[in-house]
């Protein structure tokens, strides 16, 4: 009990520390940047140049699943094509750059690295490939207001209260992956996890997947639970497998979906969660 004690506070200690100061520094860097024009680039002629920035924008904008709903509503009115809201849709909820950095700094800047690729591409891809089968048509009409994406110029308070919001939403998470990765690391046996889950077997890297997605674990908690669970011997596919799904489709996400979908889009959409969480894992498998 007092290992896991003493796992945990060292843990949640290191994890509190990166994350107040990453963010904080995110959100002041936010200030300077230009939504607006952003988003007047993704409407362009060059879809690949589009989406590159649809990306770019997904990375700055570090929203959970369920929070990128109304911004894809908002991209959506503003006419933006489908193709292209649909890449942010799928990126921005697992490029989180304040999340990304912890990644890092607790499990390596090259599997960070890798799992940034790796999403990025996968976002891409599915996004256009939706819009090739013609998946626009099962758009609702939506409309929202109140959203408001324009710059606003810096200033400490401000920058203060957006980091403390988000430690009020993100944070609680954090530490409940903490717990859990400290007590995971007491009491869970190093043989059994090496024994049932530390071979390199391809199925357990589709049950990952199938599995993280109805947990609803935030990207935020299932870092400090992989950061355990490879220590102890877990292979890394299955792990990023579950944080991809986990992060990309949770339940509550798929019932606000249901507000601006159609039931054939939302299908396709966990499909492609899961799609994008097993070629991750198959990547991570062979790397």
């Known amino acids: 009990m007092?290992?896991?004690?003493?796992?945990f506070s060292v843990l949640a200690l290191e994890l509190t520390i990166l994350f107040?100061?990453?963010?904080?520094?995110?959100?002041?860097?936010?200030?300077?940047?230009?939504?607006?024009?952003?988003?007047?680039?993704?409407t362009g002629n060059n879809r690949m140049g589009a989406s590159m920035v649809a990306i770019v924008f997904a990375f700055i904008t570090p929203f959970c699943s369920c929070s990128t709903i109304p911004i894809v509503v908002n991209l959506l009115k503003?006419?933006?094509?489908?193709?292209?809201?649909?890449?942010?849709?799928?990126?921005?909820?697992?490029?989180?750059?304040?999340?990304?950095?912890?990644?890092?700094v607790?499990?390596?800047?090259?599997?960070?690295?890798?799992?940034?690729?790796i999403t990025a591409i996968c976002s891409i891809i599915?996004?256009?490939?939706?819009?090739?089968?013609?998946?626009?048509?099962?758009?609702?009409?939506?409309?929202?207001?109140?959203f408001n994406s324009s710059t606003s110029t810096f200033n400490w308070s401000e920058a203060w209260n957006e980091t403390w919001q988000l430690m009020?939403?993100?944070?609680?998470?954090?530490i409940i992956g903490a717990a859990i990765g400290s007590l995971i690391h007491g009491v869970v046996p190093t043989e059994w996890?090496?024994?049932?889950?530390?071979?390199?077997?391809?199925?357990?890297?589709?049950?990952?997947?199938?599995?993280?997605?109805?947990?609803?674990?935030?990207?935020?908690?299932?870092?400090?639970?992989?950061?355990?669970?490879?220590?102890?011997?877990?292979?890394l596919g299955p792990v990023m497998a579950m944080m991809i799904s986990s992060a990309g489709a949770s339940l509550p996400e798929i019932v606000l979906m249901k507000s601006i979908f159609r039931k054939e889009l939302i299908i396709a959409f966990i499909l492609s969660v899961l799609s994008?969480?097993?070629?991750?894992g198959i990547m991570f498998y062979f790397v």
């Open 193 to 235: 996890i090496v024994k049932w889950f530390g071979h390199d077997a391809w199925w357990l890297i589709p049950i990952a997947a199938v599995i993280g997605i109805p947990l609803y674990i935030r990207l935020s908690s299932m870092i400090p639970i992989s950061q355990v669970l490879i220590m102890k011997g877990m292979a």
């Open 106 to 117: 607790v499990m390596g800047w090259e599997i960070a690295g890798l799992y940034t690729l």
């Open 168 to 174: 009020k939403n993100v944070y609680p998470y954090l």
């Open 2 to 7: 007092i290992n896991i004690v003493k796992s």
């Open 20 to 42: 107040f100061v990453i963010s904080f520094v995110i959100h002041m860097l936010q200030a300077f940047i230009p939504f607006e024009k952003i988003e007047k680039r993704m």
């Open 78 to 104: 503003n006419k933006i094509p489908f193709s292209i809201v649909m890449v942010f849709l799928f990126a921005s909820p697992v490029l989180d750059p304040t999340i990304i950095t912890v990644m890092g």
């Open 126 to 146: 599915i996004g256009f490939t939706l819009d090739h089968f013609g998946f626009e048509k099962y758009v609702k009409r939506v409309t929202m207001t109140g």
């Open 276 to 280: 994008m969480s097993m070629i991750s």
